[in-house]
């Protein structure tokens, strides 16, 4: 019966009981007479045979010295009960440390090789442990400890051969005839048909423990017994690449090897394996010497040997991207260029490159785009110097990976989608208006964020309802969530939400499938990006690391850095040109900031005039008396846009706004006293004001202050402005008396988006641009009458309306690149409109949200301010790092 606290073993007095089964119970004790804490395992039991393996504990502990196997301190007899007392040790076994889910590759091999050294010197001394689990293997503060050699069989000693087995000595067998020993999933098939077993039994019960420690599945599973035992005769386990990625590319070739099912293709001693185990840690970088002939090389199978093949060729690879690598601990770096003619692109947002890396390591997704033509998602292999582009992802954005690598999803056209790399067409998901990342897991889940000021939401990777998965609280100041990425596990997720009215709501945030509720895990202005037991973040441009217990969910220790020149976007997004796979590799890109220059021209497109510096340029406005024009810079150090003012004579420029926080769209009141602009510095882009030299403040009459909000015009008597707002659909056009009186209302709303809206100069008439048709048009609508019929100005496409000040011609830019005069009247009760006729091709920026303008017409009609891309003189790379976890180990 159980012992209770203070009952005495000879010198041992018992304390807490601290486990039992099939060979006994154990306790806590206190050894009086040496004042130390013990463990005491107790056979209660008078069964001779259980009596006969319980002495064999204690003959084949004592035998064993070793740092990674539990010291024996004493043999001790108390009545009918026999007992050993054994080091306590504080800690969890491996199996408990399973539960929460796979070690980390290097801390599992590492693990390994304790395990193997302590296999080794106990089939040295003639013992076998044949029970090997993770239930008997402690992982303690100070080491891994092997435990229970209670169904060792013991032999006499015999020298090691290298490459030969170990010679059997015939004992009496143990067992009766059918009768098997040991647990089941981590059985041999030798031991499961109950025939003789040596050391190459454990060689595979090893390999079913390693292949658990790094997916944290058994090799062998089934729903019964006799299941089981057919696997582990019969059949192979999963491949640990489809399961654990990051693992080094011999570990699977040396569990392969455990778990053959012929013992004699087996490792043939523990002392080969734990080499091996060694060499799959160092990534045999460089060739063995050739003095190096060690036993565990002559015992390689073919599989072994073409799996250092591969890895060797892969190394090769390697250094053609990295002629400098000097050493295995170096860390090693090269470039990825787009093809000639494509350039990276910050379409349809982000000023920062847009990439991901496949699960496996092995290809690059980017954003990019040929001059002209639409933003596409790009892959390029990393052992390969090609590109291409996949079809039906024009206008994409923020590509990210599905689990198994085999598609990419992304947002366009308001939407989130996926397409098959391997070909096929493009399938809608959901809608996504503002799409800002997503992440695919392994069992079809994808969590994104697919509207501005609103939570995480999910989706089937085949589609349908789409459902919130976080709690998004605006009253308490959250402005935005976005970037969620899925840990390990496939339930957790990160995300970034910003805050404007706390600090402290401001970072990483940890949530969760199965609730809503999240944790803040790391505070800072960006994204984080998971991978390895480490958080990628960017602090101003430089790509940092700082270790995160992926099971506790907390940060520790101190950031290391990795590289510089990384790619940011907009402190209001905190988006991050970073991204990283499991097995091994990341990649950043720099900011992508396309630069253009403002163009005089005259109605036959001649240039007039010297254009301006090429700098990177949005929203020219003119002022009302056609002196001054304001427009957006984007410093391509910060990502950030500033207004500006351009003395249209002396071409001076003047810094209007300083603010760390993006400021653009300006617009100015009729008589040039006020201007009015959007600014993320709230925490999501609102209306601001400001007025001569006063300072720039929140406009008191702004709406609805939860969304993104941006102001376009203000109409010729000052009493209104127009201003267009992000929604679950798209964008909307509103309007907002500037007297104070009344509220604001919405003047063009649906499922698709309205933008650019302008009022005609007799304030009767809205010009603006919608995607209603599929494709952006102009349209025109009466104005201030809602929701009436609209006339259609464009011809095949069109956006960026402006009228003539006189309201006699209307302009666009058609989907052409070509700049459209439109003949109209619009003061008469009917709008009529004529035929469009092209003035002179442009060259302006790609439309993308929020869409901004990209020109400006004086007051007569005969010249136009045109924002023109100005080409690139270099193409911008994306860095790939290899072995970049060197660093953190310094």
């Known amino acids: ?38 463990a005491i395992k107790i056979l209660p039991s008078a069964d001779l045979e259980l009596k006969a393996r319980f ?45 929460r889910g796979p070690l980390k590759p290097e801390e599992a091999i590492e693990t390994a090789i304790d395990v193997a050294d302590a296999l080794d010197k106990a089939h040295v001394a003639g013992i076998v442990h044949r029970d090997l689990k993770p239930g008997n293997i402690m992982v303690t503060k100070g080491g891994v400890k092997l435990l229970d050699f209670g169904l060792a069989k013991l032999r006499p000693p015999a020298p090691v051969v290298s490459g030969l087995a170990m010679t059997e000595t015939r004992e009496n067998p143990i067992t009766g005839q059918g009768t098997i020993l040991g647990t089941l999933h981590y059985m041999s098939p030798e031991q499961v048909e109950g025939r003789d077993t040596d050391a190459r039994t454990d060689m595979f019960a090893f390999g079913c423990v390693l292949y658990e420690m790094l997916t944290a599945k058994k090799a062998f599973e089934g729903r019964t017994q006799a299941s089981v035992i057919a696997a582990i005769l019969e059949r192979e386990p999963a491949p640990l690449a489809t399961l654990q990625p990051m693992a080094p590319p011999l570990a699977d070739a ?71 690598a000097a050493a295995p601990s170096a860390s090693g770096r090269f470039e990825v260029l787009p093809p000639a003619g494509v350039n990276l692109r910050p379409a349809p947002v982000a000023s920062a490159a847009q990439l991901a ?59 989130l989608k996926r397409v098959d790399i391997r070909g096929g067409t493009p399938q809608t998901l959901a809608d996504a208006p503002s799409g800002r990342g997503g992440s695919w897991n392994r069992d079809g889940v994808i969590v994104f964020s697919g509207q501005a000021n609103a939570p995480i939401t999910r989706v089937s990777a085949s ?23 899925f840990l390990p596990d496939g339930r957790h997720f990160l995300f970034y939400q910003r805050s404007s009215l706390q600090s402290d709501q401001q970072g990483t945030y940890l949530a969760s499938l199965d609730s809503p509720d999240k944790r803040l895990v790391l505070e800072g202005g960006s994204r984080s990006v998971y991978v390895a037991g480490q958080l990628l973040f960017v602090r101003e441009g430089i790509l940092f690391a700082q270790a995160f217990d992926d099971f506790a969910y907390r940060t520790s220790g101190e950031p290391v850095r990795l590289s510089d020149g990384v790619g940011y976007w907009s402190s209001a997004f905190a988006y991050t040109a970073v991204t990283a796979s499991s097995a091994g590799v990341i990649a950043h890109g720099p900011n992508v900031v396309m630069t253009t220059s ?44 500033d207004l500006w003012s351009l003395a249209l004579v002396r071409g001076t420029t003047a810094r209007v706004t300083s603010d760390p926080a993006s400021d653009w769209f300006p617009v100015w009141s009729p008589d040039g006293s006020r201007l009015f602009f959007g ?11 400001k007025a001569g030299v006063s300072p720039e403040e929140v406009f008191v009459d702004s709406v609805n202050m939860a969304v993104a909000t941006y102001p376009i015009d203000v109409s010729a008597d000052g009493r209104f402005l127009l201003y267009q707002q992000s929604t679950s659909r798209g964008y909307d056009l509103g309007v907002l008396s500037l007297s104070g009186a009344g509220r604001p209302s919405q003047f063009v709303e649906g499922p698709t988006n309205e933008v650019q809206g302008r009022f005609s100069p007799n304030q009767r008439w809205i010009a603006y641009a919608s995607d209603e048709s599929g494709k952006f048009e102009v349209y025109v609508r009466p104005f201030p009458a809602q929701n009436t019929q609209s006339t259609t100005i464009s011809i095949a496409g069109g956006m960026q309306p402006e009228w003539r000040r006189d309201g006699k011609e209307l302009f666009y830019i058609s989907a052409d690149g070509k700049l459209m005069a439109v003949p109209v009247i619009s003061d008469q009760s009917a709008f009529t409109a004529g035929a469009p006729a092209a003035l002179f091709d442009v060259e302006v920026p790609e439309p993308t949200a929020p869409y901004s303008t990209d020109y400006a017409v004086t007051a007569d009609g005969r010249r136009f301010l045109v924002n023109t891309v100005v080409d690139q003189p270099t193409r911008p790379a994306l860095t790939v790092i290899l072995n970049w976890t060197a660093p953190l180990s310094k």
């Not at 099939?22 to 206190?30: D, L, T």
């Not at 070793?66 to 306590?88: K, N, R, S």
């Not at 789409?466 to 969620?484: A, K, M």
Request: proline letters at 7%.
């Open 357 to 415: 890396l496949s699960p496996d390591g092995r290809s690059l997704a980017f954003v990019a785009a040929t001059k002209g033509g639409p933003s596409q998602v790009w892959i390029r292999p990393l052992d390969s110097m090609q590109a291409h582009p996949l079809a039906g992802t024009e206008g994409a954005s923020f590509p990210f990976w599905s689990y198994d690598g085999n598609f990419i999803g992304f947002f366009a056209a308001a939407k």
């Open 254 to 324: 040396i569990v392969r090897k455990c778990l053959a099912k012929n013992a004699g293709d087996r490792w043939q001693n523990a002392a080969d394996l734990a080499t091996a185990l060694r060499w799959s840690i160092e990534g045999a970088q460089t060739a063995a010497p050739a003095t190096a002939k060690s036993s565990w090389l002559r015992t390689l199978g073919v599989g072994m040997l073409a799996a250092i093949v591969v890895l060797v060729a892969g190394v090769a690879v390697v250094r053609r991207f990295w002629p400098t």
């Open 598 to 641: 403002l163009h005089w021209r005259d109605r036959a497109g001649a240039i007039i005039g010297s254009p301006t510096p090429s700098r990177a340029y949005s929203s020219p406005r003119l002022s009302p008396d056609q002196t001054t024009a304001l427009v957006a810079i984007t410093d391509a150090t910060t990502t950030q846009p």
């Open 463 to 485: 589609g349908g309802t789409v459902t919130p998965v976080t709690i998004f609280t605006p009253d308490q100041g959250v402005s935005t969530q976005y970037w969620p990425q």
């Open 1 to 38: 019966m159980p012992l209770t606290p203070g009952t005495r073993l000879g010198a041992f007095r018992i304390e807490t009981p601290l486990g039992a089964g099939g060979m006994g119970e154990v306790y806590k004790a206190k050894d009086t007479r040496l004042d130390r804490t013990v």
């Open 679 to 689: 600014s993320g510095r709230t925490g999501r882009t609102t209306i601001f004001q």
């Open 55 to 99: 002495d064999r504990e204690a003959r084949a502990i004592a035998a064993l010295q070793h740092p990674h196997i539990c010291t024996l301190y004493d043999v001790g007899h108390e009545g009918d009960a026999d007992y050993l007392v054994l080091e306590y040790l504080e800690g969890e076994t491996l199996a408990e440390r399973l539960t």
